[in-house]
């Protein structure tokens, strides 16, 4: 086949036997997990797009002074426990001791490696080139996304992994589906979805229907996707039966939670969810950076911006030459079963993954990372175009040659500039502990409630230098000295938790509050998404609220309280004392 990248053949050869195939997979996840902590040592930054992972911290520390089946999260049934036991090797290793955010962003890095194993073994397997494979899983592993959530403490990345690892092996052996393979992947699958609810929702329509299509009589075309649900089964009721077991609930909360595991209902009701238009746009620009830039644009006006803009036009062409690749070869091997399967798979996990990101968060990693596992064998099919079986015209043969080394750099390009992009946020860790610890002490701790927009991250390092205490308008006790915790109130939490509300509603809440800490003598302290000019603030709210909540909220303020500078950092930003304003 001369002039284009040739596959020797799409069927996948047997190398679970191949004990040397194993050991260079191990050996290629290995080296990739090295190099994703050493980065993640360099960076200093293991919260960079998110603060998630440092919340859960807090809840996994909960978990490490007193282990309970009745602490179990819905949403996360298997991550705490293992955390909680991760954490304590950890520690007993030496590794980080007492700052558990750390260790749990290690975890996520020897989760990438694991999955670049996942990717080289593969690759290997469908492309039969070892070089392919080495640059396909260093292009797959670089990717934004996927490098991202390698070297921070978010929570998704090893449930991620092992959806990962179940999708891969879905492809390979359902076109040929028998009741052992269906139920090594929906365990696989299973204990990912365990470890974060959300991602059962892309991969589970797109399991059936290709399980469903595999060529059979009509019986098996039912009993296939049947069984698959059935093997979903035994890990939900096993942790069922020892939380029975641990006298932490009777019978009736057993089938409460053995029904929340498959039904969390995350998100579901609140501001997180809903069908708007403006989310069509994050969907994409979430798809791009999970290519290039690997950041969490969660602010219209931010993605309107250089750099990111930018990230997301180059992103967009890149996109577009891997779907084409991946298409052509699809289409030309129409009638391969394999192929067909894999297609069914590939293609419903980002078409369901697309329409569920689409009502919740459409541009946050952890969301996006599972529907983009398509770039898989596209990365693949460019590999193998670049270091793959060459064609046999010599001209052409001789013209490869020449210019491969300037394709493997044009095709590294996209992971060394993500790499440059998180490196430019360096350090930022020790900055904002440092912040914290600066703002506790201009601010009595026991007499201060802050005012915050919300998403800002150093809510998080305050909660978890301090014990923290959400001052609602009802739970909110008069100062004490005793009392050091981290008081705040913030405008999204009633704005997601009521997306029914009016804006006026949501506005008069936050007022409320606000007066209740004024009246017992609390200084309040607005954070510094209070003094950005209003286009911004209403901007910092495109994903959970509609454009006329926050300007609802920020009328509100301006109306009725005067806010006076009175801390900056130049990381930080500038905070200030509210005060009510005069009656006139």
Same mark, same amino acid.
């Given at each position: 086949m001369s002039g284009s990248v040739r596959v020797e053949r799409s069927v996948f050869y047997p190398l679970w036997s191949d004990r040397l195939a194993r050991c260079e997979a191990a050996a290629t996840g290995i080296?990739?997990?090295?190099?994703?902590?050493?980065?993640?040592? /360099?960076?200093?930054?293991?919260?960079?797009?998110?603060?998630?992972?440092?919340?859960?911290?807090?809840?996994?520390?909960?978990?490490?002074?007193?282990?309970?089946?009745?602490?179990?999260?819905? =949403?996360?049934?298997? /991550?705490?426990?293992?955390?909680?036991?991760?954490?304590?090797?950890?520690?007993?290793?030496?590794?980080?001791?007492?700052? +558990?955010w750390r260790q749990l962003a290690v *975890?996520?890095?020897? !989760?990438?490696?694991?999955? !670049?194993?996942?990717?080289? *073994?593969?690759?290997?397997?469908? *492309?039969?080139?070892?070089?392919?494979? *080495?640059l396909a899983t260093v292009l797959y592993a670089g990717s934004g996304f996927y490098l991202l959530l390698s070297v921070i403490d978010e929570d998704i990345m090893p449930g991620a992994v092992l959806v990962l690892i179940a999708t891969l092996l879905a492809c390979a052996w359902f076109a040929q589906p028998n009741p052992r393979r269906i139920f090594i992947v929906a365990l696989v699958f299973t204990l990912g979805w365990l470890w974060e609810w959300r991602l059962i929702f892309p991969t589970l329509p797109a399991m059936l229907l290709a399980l469903f299509i595999a060529r059979g009589r009509l019986g098996q075309r039912f009993s296939r996707p049947a069984w698959f649900i059935a093997a979903m089964f035994p890990t939900p009721l096993l942790i069922a039966a020892l939380f029975r077991l641990e006298r932490a609930g009777g019978d009736h909360a057993t089938l409460g939670l053995i029904y929340r595991m498959f039904w969390a209902g995350k998100a579901v009701g609140t501001g997180w969810g809903g069908f708007t238009w403006r989310k069509v746009m994050f969907a994409w620009v979430g798809m791009t950076e999970s290519i290039?830039?690997?950041?969490?644009?969660?602010?219209?006006?931010?993605?309107?911006?250089?750099?990111?803009?930018?990230?997301?036009?180059?992103?967009?062409?890149?996109?577009?030459?891997?779907?084409? +690749?991946?298409?052509?070869? !699809?289409?030309?091997?129409?009638?391969?079963?394999?192929?067909?399967? !894999?297609?069914?798979?590939?293609?419903?996990?980002?078409?369901a993954g697309t329409v569920f990101n689409l009502y919740s968060q459409p541009q946050d990693p952890q969301m996006v990372i599972n529907v983009m596992i398509w770039t898989v064998p596209a990365w693949g099919l460019i590999a193998c175009g670049i270091v793959g079986t060459r064609p046999a015209s010599h001209v052409w043969r001789r013209s490869l040659t020449m210019t491969r080394p300037l394709l493997i750099l044009a095709a590294l390009a996209p992971t060394a500039y993500n790499v440059s992009a998180l490196a430019a946020q360096r350090g930022l860790d020790p900055i904002w502990e440092g912040l914290a610890r600066s703002l506790e002490q201009c601010f009595?701790?026991?007499?201060?409630? /802050?005012?915050?927009?919300?998403?800002?991250?150093?809510?998080?390092?305050?909660?978890?230098?301090?014990?923290?205490?959400?001052?609602?308008?009802?739970?909110?006790?008069?100062?004490?000295?005793?009392?050091?915790?981290?008081k705040w109130i913030d405008a999204t939490t009633p704005t997601i938790m009521h997306p029914a509300w009016s804006a006026e509603q949501v506005a008069m809440v936050i007022k409320r509050s606000i007066d209740a800490a004024l009246d017992l003598d609390y200084q309040v302290v607005a954070g510094p998404a209070y003094l950005a000019p209003e286009q911004a603030w209403a901007g910092s709210f495109a994903t959970v609220a509609r454009p006329d909540v926050p300007? =609802?909220? /920020?009328?509100?303020?301006?109306?009725?309280?005067v806010l006076k500078p009175a801390f900056t950092d130049p990381h930080g930003g500038t905070y200030a004392i509210l005060t009510r304003r005069a009656a006139q």
């Open positions: 080296a990739i997990a090295v190099l994703l902590l050493l980065f993640q040592v /360099y960076l200093q930054n293991v919260h960079i797009a998110t603060t998630n992972g440092l919340w859960k911290s807090i809840v996994v520390r909960r978990w490490i002074a007193h282990s309970s089946w009745q602490l179990l999260d819905d =949403a996360n049934v298997l /991550y705490f426990p293992i955390q909680m036991l991760s954490c304590e090797l950890l520690e007993r290793l030496g590794i980080f001791p007492g700052q +558990i *975890l996520n890095g020897i !989760a990438g490696g694991a999955g !670049a194993t996942a990717v080289y *073994l593969f690759t290997l397997r469908w *492309l039969q080139s070892r070089p392919a494979a *080495l290039l830039g690997a950041r969490n644009v969660s602010d219209w006006d931010v993605w309107l911006s250089p750099p990111i803009h930018t990230e997301s036009l180059v992103a967009s062409a890149i996109l577009v030459a891997l779907a084409v +690749i991946l298409c052509i070869y !699809a289409w030309r091997r129409r009638t391969d079963p394999i192929v067909v399967n !894999a297609a069914a798979i590939l293609g419903g996990t980002l078409l009595a701790p026991s007499r201060t409630v /802050y005012l915050y927009q919300g998403f800002e991250g150093i809510i998080t390092w305050q909660s978890v230098l301090e014990q923290r205490e959400y001052a609602g308008t009802d739970s909110l006790h008069a100062p004490a000295p005793a009392n050091q915790h981290f300007q =609802a909220i /920020y009328a509100m303020i301006a109306t009725n309280y």
